[in-house]
Nanobody, 121 residues
Framework: QVQLVESGGGLVQPGGSLRLSCEAS????????MAWYRQAPGKQREAVAT???????NYVDSVKDRFTISRVDTKRTAFLQMNNLKPEDTAVYYC???????????????WGQGTQVTVSS
C-alpha cells in the first residue's frame, strides 16, 4: 500500500518560514521524481518545486530564491523549506511522487492528502 504523508503546515505571519515534510512508503523511493504542488481556493493546482532522483531541482518563478526542495532517500522523505512566506503562498500543499520507466513502458504517480499553509498577519 502506497502512502505519502505530508506534515509541517500551519499558520505563519508574512516573512515567516515553514518546513514541509513528505514521508513515503510502499514505493522504491530512490527511483521517483518528487514534487510539491499547491492549490489555493478558486485556483488550479500548480507545481511549486520538483527534484529528480539525481537531485536536479526546478521551481516555479514565484517561489524561486525563497523555497528549497530536497530529499533524503535513506529516509524516504522529501522536504520543502519555505522562507520569506507571503500571503499569496497560502494554499494546500501536496506531495507528489512520479516514476516513468520508458524501457518498461510503465508510469506511476501518487499523491499525499495535503497540508494547509496559511500566511496571514
Amino acid at each position: 500500500q502506497v502512502q505519502l504523508v505530508e506534515s509541517g503546515g500551519g499558520l505563519v505571519q508574512p516573512g515567516g518560514s515553514l518546513r514541509l515534510s513528505c514521508e513515503a512508503s510502499g514505493i522504491a523511493f530512490t527511483f521517483y521524481k518528487m514534487a510539491w504542488y499547491r492549490q489555493a481556493p478558486g485556483k488550479q493546482r500548480e507545481a511549486v518545486a520538483t527534484i529528480s532522483n539525481s537531485g536536479i531541482t526546478n521551481y516555479v518563478d514565484s517561489v524561486k530564491d525563497r523555497f528549497t526542495i530536497s530529499r533524503v532517500d535513506t529516509k524516504r522523505t522529501a522536504f520543502l523549506q519555505m522562507n520569506n512566506l507571503k500571503p499569496e503562498d497560502t494554499a494546500v500543499y501536496y506531495c507528489n511522487a512520479a516514476f516513468d520507466d520508458s524501457c518498461l513502458g510503465a508510469k506511476y504517480e501518487y499523491w499525499g492528502q495535503g497540508t494547509q499553509v496559511t500566511v496571514s498577519s
